[in-house]
């Protein structure tokens, strides 16, 4: 692990960081509420797992679906939350009903979050597994198991199963996001820092934590996390694209593309960070490879119409109007929401008119 940059050694760790038991812990009248449920006459009679199904189940009812991060108890609570949320609250549950719960990742079509300046925020989600007994640390073995997905797509792609440890550190990531977003970087380090602590080789907070790095001009740390992420995940779009720009910012110019060429030869097998790359490219007039990072997830999720008015927009920049007239063809195709639709018109009669004015001249 990198050394840590002395701006957040010597800053005053936040007191507000909750605990790793805090997270899933029930208070003491919703403890109450959980065993008079599972008490009811259609509920006691069935398996645990069942139980904690039918009390989640029971919980979605007019559950507002939020962007926020909140803890098992808070979730309750609200009856509101993002997926980490209600992955927590089913852990929280199962946890009292001693109930195993194993996390894995479905990657979604990308929901952008947040974009501002160079950061861009995008959602993913669990779906959990409810075991009887331990099921030795995989899922499918066999075991009997009850699957609550919370936001179930016929495009979803199913990732890979996480460890307790990593489903924590990964709800830690998100706070830490929410603190980045906010500008709270030695805040954010500290979650991040907490979130390490259970999952040192979790490459998503070992990316943020070379951000909140290079946000404090700390470079040379930064780029050391790059490197030490690099090493459990080669081909994290994540790491190579931030390390590209790092390496852009300090003028490095020759590593940069190094880099960049490194990422363009990547085949992913999740296409969804080639949509947030494109985004970023775009925004750093970077029209070349954004091009280059949309077709390869157009290539991979040909359905996501949003994905080909942005390669419009790159080929447009780039001066091929022609082929930027034809991906807004398809993505006219591809639509059917009434608003998306009429943009894309718009950008239509624009990009026919560029093209005369291009044939003209």
């Not at 899933?24 to 069942?50: H, M």
């Not at 719960?101 to 993913?124: E, G, K, M, R, Y």
């Not at 919370?150 to 792609?157: I, V």
Request: hydrophobic share 40%; charged share 20%; proline share 3%.
């Amino acid at each position: 692990m990198p050394e840590t940059a002395s701006y957040f050694i010597k800053s005053e760790a936040p007191s507000t960081v909750p605990s790793i038991e805090s997270l899933s812990e029930l208070l003491p009248q919703q403890k109450q509420e959980l065993n008079e449920f599972i008490a009811r006459d259609d509920i006691v009679g069935l398996s645990k797992r069942y139980q904690v199904a039918r009390f989640i189940e029971d919980k979605m009812v007019n559950f507002n679906y939020e962007g926020l991060n909140y803890s098992t108890s808070q979730a309750w609570q609200q009856r509101a939350g993002n997926c980490m949320a209600l992955a927590m609250l089913t852990y929280g549950v199962a946890k009292h009903l001693d109930v195993r719960a194993v996390f894995q990742v479905v990657h979604s079509a990308p929901l952008l979050t947040h974009i501002s300046n160079d950061l861009i925020v995008t959602s993913d989600h669990v779906r959990t597994f409810l075991y009887e007994t331990d099921a030795g640390g995989v899922y499918l073995n066999g075991s009997e198991f009850t699957v609550i997905d919370y936001f179930p797509d016929s495009n979803d792609r199913t990732g890979g199963v996480v460890s307790e440890h990593e489903f924590i550190a990964m709800f830690y990531r998100n706070l830490a996001a929410d603190a980045l977003l906010a500008g709270e970087l030695t805040y954010a380090y500290t979650l991040l820092e907490k979130g390490l602590s259970l999952a040192p080789r979790y490459v998503p907070l070992i990316n943020m934590m070379a951000v909140v790095h290079r946000r404090v001009a700390e470079h040379q740390i930064a780029d050391a996390y790059y490197q030490y992420g690099l090493q459990f995940e080669s081909n994290s779009l994540s790491l190579l694209s931030n390390y590209q720009y790092s390496l852009s910012e300090q003028g490095k110019a020759l590593e940069a593309d190094a880099v960049l060429q490194q990422l363009l030869q990547l085949e992913n097998h999740s296409p969804y960070g080639w949509y947030s790359m494109g985004i970023e490219a775009l925004t750093l007039q970077h029209y070349s490879a954004a091009e280059t990072y949309f077709k390869k997830f157009i290539n991979n999720s040909p359905y996501y119409h949003q994905a080909y008015y942005e390669l419009a927009k790159a080929q447009n920049a780039l001066g091929k109007y022609v082929s930027a007239e034809k991906t807004i063809q398809q993505a006219l195709s591809l639509t059917s929401m009434g608003e998306s639709q009429q943009k894309y018109l718009a950008k239509l009669n624009w990009l026919k008119q560029s093209t005369k004015q291009e044939v003209v001249e």
